[in-house]
């Protein structure tokens, strides 16, 4: 199975960006869809992007026009790279890989949006 890796998180005043990266241990070219999740705390873990295996997107409602997920599929790598914060985005973001045998998850990395 795939494994994932998170990097990128941070403290960031709000309006401010920051780019998350998910390193895959293989390729993701076959991989059905990854996705970003977050999850902040007392909350359930809610889906932020997707990216499909033919490069579709879609996002929550809540980051449209401000959040954007691409991929490097020869860098076996996922970004989401998130602009004009707030602070209601602070949460640990989490990548996901969608494959025939089950979905996958990386540990998570600390997004924290504060002035």
């Known amino acids: 199975q795939v494994q994932l890796v998170e990097s990128g998180g941070g403290v960031v005043q709000p309006g401010g960006s920051l780019s998350l990266s998910c390193a895959a241990s293989?390729?993701?070219?076959?991989?059905?869809?990854m996705f970003w999740y977050r999850q902040a705390p007392g909350e359930e873990r809610k889906l932020v992007a997707e990216?499909?295996?033919?490069?579709?997107?879609s996002y929550a409602d809540s980051v449209k026009g401000r959040f954007t997920i691409s991929r490097d599929i020869a860098k076996n790598t996922v970004y989401l790279q998130m602009n004009s914060l707030k602070s209601e985005d602070t949460a640990v973001y989490y990548c996901?890989?969608?494959?025939?045998?089950?979905?996958?998850w990386g540990q998570g990395t600390q997004v924290t949006v504060s002035s």
């Open positions: 996901a890989a969608q494959e025939v045998s089950g979905i996958h």
């Open positions: 293989r390729s993701i070219f076959n991989i059905v869809a």
């Open positions: 990216i499909s295996s033919g490069g579709s997107t």
